[in-house]
């Protein structure tokens, strides 16, 4: 498959899968990209793949099936438009709808991501009987990280954020390229995973269990490197005009700085599929966890600093499902579980200290959840549910500045959603969403009450496609968002939630851009029994809104794209 676009889209894919014998197949897909960012200057993202696997025994009762892949990228990123303004902007009434939502405030001379994963997994599956079945999965990782970012920051005339750039001038809305942000980590993460499934029946009872035990070692050394400023230091930036190939020349040195972390977890749990009828189900599981973390920060003075944390608790699930028909069900579900004081998806980091320069516990949730599903026709099905998740002790920030576990955070909401065929031409995928997420402790008064982070009141998405001839098929759909704020206050505090009338303005004018309403479309035609020709034109409308926003930065929505791939 290959795709071109504007915004500089080029990607290809391929998927080979070949039965070698009775029991033996294999297959690779591979990947290489080469794709801009629709609507920004600059921003590169190219990056390749590939992924072999080979199963083993297939159809007999031991299979062994065997994965490798590979992911290399080599980006220009970007950090977007700057939500906190110069002071001589602010004073101008300037907000950020003044400015080329294109900018890029960064170095192309320096600003670089480079990482790169490997992964490498073999599991093994054994069926005793059609009643048992032992499968055991060892999986080993690694993924390379090396960048440097630079946010777009306000330059004023405190020391060392503006005065002593090449090009100051106080009287004029600049930004700096001096809070650059460096990286080089390297994350190994070894697995192994052991599932006993066991079928069997206690009077006339179903029960379908899965008993489990996982093991896992992260590891994740890194070092600080920073710009020595041996060439001098960046020039600043204009704020409305800025200068991305500016002449510099970086120059890199360790800071001394370093950080070594590991964790070892360990799991067990058991699940059970309970049917007590054709039309009752229970749902049951019980896990428990331990998590050991010791963490090792060494200063570029040289002092190390050590935190260390051992947690256990013990999460579960249960749910039952009733089924009135055989076209539908109602269900209720409670569920517990806990995150440990490191973010195992980015790489081993220990969260902010709080008191007492100690580890934070986990953070820890709960949801209630009840909905039905019903299948209007076979091919057409429509879900709606009702929840209530909370967090109990969320991270919040206390007089001193300390991370507490003190916070309690909810969202309460309903879902709706459809998805199927309306006809054999007609299909149809839509949802939506009745949000109300509240901070309803804090150590924090101003946020107590107030709207949840990235959590907006209403949101829908809608999507369907049509063939009126056998090799034709349109579509088009549409997403839609009423709003969200981007920080625990709910309200218009966008730098470190710090209470300042000179910042309202311009946060109201972000706060506005999470409203949105992006319409997309889709075409395929069928050129020939093995060729199909797709195109695909996104935001339609071209419609300006924030994708993602920071304490002091946002990364605008991708503007209008038109990409255009045959598949073969």
Do not use: C
Request: no cysteine; net charge neutral; aromatic share 10%.
């Amino acid at each position: 498959r290959l795709t071109a676009g504007n915004a500089d889209h080029m990607r290809a894919t391929v998927d080979v899968n070949k039965k070698l014998t009775d029991s033996v197949a294999f297959r690779v897909n591979g990947m290489w990209q080469d794709i801009g960012y629709p609507g920004r200057d600059i921003a590169q993202y190219k990056s390749w793949g590939v992924a072999p696997s080979l199963a083993l025994g297939l159809g007999k009762p031991t299979q062994v099936n065997l994965t490798y892949s590979r992911l290399v990228q080599d980006n220009v990123p970007d950090w977007g438009i700057p939500t906190l303004l110069p002071d001589t902007a602010i004073a101008q009434g300037i907000t950020v709808n003044d400015l080329d939502f294109s900018n890029w405030y960064g170095l192309v001379s320096r600003d670089y991501e480079k990482t790169t994963s490997d992964i490498v997994t073999g599991t093994v599956r054994h069926e005793f009987n059609h009643s048992i079945a032992l499968r055991n999965l060892t999986r080993y990782g690694t993924n390379y990280r090396d960048a440097v970012l630079t946010p777009p920051r306000p330059a004023g005339p405190t020391a060392g954020q503006g005065p002593e750039d090449p090009g100051y001038n106080p009287a004029v809305p600049q930004m700096r390229r001096t809070d650059t942000k460096y990286q080089h980590r390297d994350d190994k993460v070894l697995t192994n995973q052991t599932d006993l499934t066991v079928a069997f029946h206690t009077g006339r009872v179903k029960h379908a269990s899965d008993i489990g035990l996982e093991i896992a070692k992260d590891k994740q050394p890194t070092y600080a490197f920073t710009d020595l400023f041996t060439n001098g230091r960046p020039p600043v930036d204009d704020l409305f005009n800025p200068t991305p190939f500016a002449a510099y020349t970086p120059s890199y040195g360790r800071t001394g700085a370093s950080s070594d972390a590991e964790a070892l977890s360990i799991a067990a749990y058991v699940f059970d599929a309970v049917t007590i009828s054709e039309k009752l189900q229970l749902d049951l599981g019980l896990r428990w966890d331990h998590v050991d973390i010791d963490y090792t920060s060494v200063a570029a003075s040289g002092v190390a600093t050590l935190f260390g944390r051992l947690d256990e608790a013990v999460t579960g699930r249960a749910g039952v499902v009733f089924k009135p028909k055989a076209e539908g069900s109602i269900y209720a579900a409670l569920s517990t579980s806990f995150a440990p004081a490191y973010d195992g998806a980015h790489g081993l980091q220990m969260a902010a200290t709080g008191l007492y320069g100690q580890a934070l516990p986990p953070e820890r949730s709960r949801n209630i959840e009840v909905g039905t599903k019903w299948e209007l026709r076979p091919e057409l099905m429509v879900t709606a549910a009702a929840f209530d998740m909370r967090k109990t002790n969320a991270k919040t920030t206390n007089l001193a500045g300390a991370i507490e576990l003190a916070g309690e955070q909810k969202v309460r909401g309903i879902e709706l959603g459809a998805s199927g065929e309306i006809s054999d031409r007609w299909t149809l995928f839509g949802g939506l969403a009745l949000m109300n997420g509240t901070v309803e402790n804090s150590l924090v008064a101003t946020e107590i009450g107030a709207q949840l982070a990235y959590v907006p009141k209403t949101s829908a998405n809608f999507w369907t496609t049509f063939r009126p001839t056998g090799k034709l098929m349109i579509g088009g759909g549409a997403t839609f968002s009423d709003g969200h704020y981007y920080n625990q206050t709910g309200g218009y505090l966008f730098v470190s939630n710090r209470l300042d009338a000179r910042y309202v303005k311009n946060a109201a004018a972000i706060q506005n851009l999470s409203r949105y309403l992006v319409f997309n479309a889709v075409a395929t035609y069928q050129l020939h029994p093995k060729i199909q020709i797709q195109m695909n034109l996104n935001n339609i409308g071209n419609e300006r809104y924030a994708d993602r926003a920071y304490d002091r930065h946002f990364l605008p929505g991708p503007t209008r794209q038109i990409l255009i791939a045959p598949v073969i």
